[in-house]
């Protein structure tokens, strides 16, 4: 499974960003990370291609939206209020396993694409 993160990019604080993950097949979870310079690999969420059932990190819970097209195998992360800690290179992944926070748990991973959130 191939997958292209894209949507990165330069923004303000207080603004939004959709980050789009095209994965050339399905699995059955696709997740979002992220890396901050420094920091560990750090889960945001999670969502089944089937019944789109989701879940969230508490840090980022209101304010990201996980969301997928299965007729174009394609995951969104819709981010908005923005925060200076959100920047981070954003990774999306896939598993055949179940639902999962560990980046273990992932089969395969996305190129990553920079947010840099300006204060």
């Known amino acids: 499974v191939q997958l292209q993160a894209s949507g990165g990019g330069l923004v303000q604080a207080g603004g939004s960003l959709r980050l789009s993950c095209a994965a050339s097949?399905?699995?059955?979870?696709m997740g979002w990370f992220r890396q901050a310079p420094g920091k560990e690999r750090e889960f945001l969420a999670a969502?089944?291609?089937?019944?789109?059932?989701?879940n969230y990190a508490d840090s980022v819970k209101g304010r990201f939206t996980i969301s997928r097209d299965n007729a174009k195998n394609t995951v969104f992360l819709q981010m908005n209020n923005l925060k200076s800690e959100d920047t981070a290179v954003y990774y999306c992944?896939?598993?055949?396993?179940?639902?999962?926070?560990?980046?273990?748990?992932?089969?395969?991973w996305g190129q990553g694409t920079l947010v840099t959130v300006s204060s």
């Open positions: 992944a896939a598993t055949y396993g179940g639902p999962s926070t560990i980046t273990t748990s992932y089969h395969f």
């Open positions: 097949a399905r699995t059955y979870i």
């Open positions: 969502i089944s291609w089937s019944a789109g059932s989701t």
